[in-house]
């Protein structure tokens, strides 16, 4: 059974930061690119960043090109994701997600408020 456990996020000032973990389980992990997603009550969910299997290869979306960073721990089936250099419209909760699965985690809440 595919299971994917967010954590990490939580309260921060602007221009502060947090590392997002991912525990995932139930597939082969290191087989998978891996996505973060994010999404605001009342929104669509925004893709922010893919990793791919092996790790060499991510993207990001504009929105946090420079500021955030995805790495994964193949060893351990935890996927990161550094965030720094926070604003107010980083807030929102934050999944993982293996596109090629059709599995969600609950999320991590990240609000970003002085």
């Known amino acids: 059974q595919v299971k994917l456990v967010e954590s990490g996020g939580g309260l921060v000032q602007p221009g502060g930061s947090l590392r997002l973990s991912c525990a995932a389980s139930?597939?082969?992990?290191?087989?998978?690119?891996m996505n973060w997603y994010r999404q605001v009550p009342g929104k669509e969910r925004e893709l922010l960043a893919s990793?791919?299997?092996?790790?060499?290869?991510?993207n990001y979306a504009v929105s946090v090109k420079g500021r955030f960073t995805a790495s994964r721990d193949n060893a351990k089936n935890t996927l990161y994701l550094q965030m720094n250099s926070l604003k107010p419209e980083d807030t929102a909760v934050y999944y993982c997600?293996?596109?090629?699965?059709?599995?969600w985690g609950q999320g991590t809440q990240v609000t970003v408020s002085s």
């Open positions: 990793i791919s299997n092996t790790g060499i290869a991510t």
């Open positions: 139930g597939f082969t992990f290191s087989g998978y690119t």
């Open positions: 997600k293996a596109p090629a699965l059709n599995y």
